[in-house]
């Protein structure tokens, strides 16, 4: 029944869920994307299902991002009205980390009380098992340590500017390589960069790679320079296989990253900063040893029965 409103446009899409809701009448409905669609289709099934929203980012992050048009004129101030008044209809929200939820609450007027805070889980397990599998010979062929892992869409919310901007100063210092993993609207301009840089032996660009955890695990660093991060599972999967972590702090980073722990966070978002950071953990063995087993300790807080059980306790807490 939901396929048939694909295509039609989003009427049909919303009355298609509206009638899968009123047939399956469930009691929980999560919303991860389009809250507002759900949220009325929802409503107007008229069945009581709760409705949940899951924040997976800092809204005023979204948009100030160059990639969305909501950002701009009359359509901002339209989106920001019917956050306010949809989140306030929404039976609970849950957010991946406490900046988001504190951006819900300072920017938008969301009632503390009605947000719980749950990251988003990681099935350890399965990240250290593919991790076990070789990555292919191009990219063997130059694997020279140390080396350094970034993964992510190559869009402007990651940042990559920074981080090669970052690199051309860390190899005054070190002489490391760079791995990205990803492929994006903004790979020539990357590529441009890299070359203008002088970079072209020291980045390589791997695009996307279905099983990203092999060449992860086998890092000496990942970095991640993100303006934004609403979470950051790709942490937590380094994290999982004992590799450090250096990234920009935003409000996501903040709740898996514990400074000079298991990596550092770089509050001051320049290439300067971020190739010190870069530097202080590859150049010292032992301080990367010790955030070694720390990051592996770290991880698994956010394994993936412990989160259920923290889901499960929310959902019945909805029904209280």
Same mark, same amino acid.
């Given at each position: 029944e939901l396929e048939s409103g694909q295509g039609g446009g989003r009427w049909a899409q919303w009355n298609a869920f509206r009638r899968y809701v009123s047939r399956t009448r469930p009691q929980v409905v999560v919303s991860f994307l389009s809250y507002f669609s759900v949220l009325t289709?929802?409503?107007?099934?008229?069945?009581?299902?709760?409705?949940?929203?899951?924040?997976?980012?800092?809204?005023?992050?979204?948009?100030?991002?160059?990639?969305?048009?909501?950002?701009?004129?009359?359509?901002?101030?339209?989106?920001?009205?019917?956050?306010?008044?949809?989140?306030?209809? +929404?039976?609970?929200?849950?957010?991946?980390?406490? @900046?988001?939820?504190?951006?819900?609450?300072? #920017?938008?007027? /969301?009632r503390r009380g009605s947000i719980s805070v749950i990251p988003n889980p990681v099935d350890l397990d399965a990240v250290r098992a593919a991790a076990a599998e070789d990555i292919p010979p191009e990219h063997a062929a130059k694997w020279a340590k140390p080396v350094i892992v970034a993964a992510g869409r190559l869009a402007e919310a990651k940042n990559y500017p920074l981080l090669i901007d970052a690199m051309k100063l860390l190899r005054e210092r070190v002489d490391a390589r760079l791995f990205i993993l990803g492929t994006g609207e903004q790979e020539a301009s990357i590529r441009a960069r890299i070359a203008e840089r002088g970079l072209e032996d020291a980045v390589i660009l791997c695009g996307f790679q279905k099983n990203p955890w092999k060449y992860i695990a086998r890092a000496d660093?990942? +970095?991640?320079?993100?303006?934004?991060?609403?979470? @950051?599972?790709?942490?937590?999967?380094?994290? #999982?296989?004992? /590799?450090?972590?250096?990234?920009?702090?935003?409000?996501?980073?903040?709740?898996?990253?514990?400074?000079?722990?298991?990596?550092?966070?770089?509050?001051t978002h320049g290439a300067v900063t971020f190739a010190d950071a870069l530097a202080t953990v590859l150049s010292n063995h032992a301080t990367r040893q010790r955030m070694s087993e720390e990051a592996r300790r770290g991880a698994e807080r956010f394994a993936l029965p412990k989160v259920s059980q923290v889901y499960d306790d929310t959902f019945a807490g909805v029904f209280a």
């Open positions: 289709a929802v409503h107007a099934a008229a069945t009581g299902a709760r409705v949940v929203f899951n924040q997976q980012t800092p809204m005023t992050a979204f948009l100030s991002d160059g990639d969305y048009p909501w950002r701009r004129g009359w359509r901002r101030g339209v989106f920001n009205a019917a956050t306010t008044l949809g989140y306030a209809a +929404a039976d609970r929200i849950i957010t991946t980390s406490q @900046g988001v939820a504190d951006d819900l609450v300072d #920017a938008f007027s /969301v660093l990942f +970095a991640l320079s993100s303006h934004y991060e609403g979470f @950051g599972n790709v942490l937590i999967e380094a994290m #999982a296989n004992g /590799v450090p972590v250096v990234a920009t702090a935003s409000a996501g980073t903040r709740d898996i990253v514990r400074h000079n722990v298991d990596g550092l966070l770089v509050e």
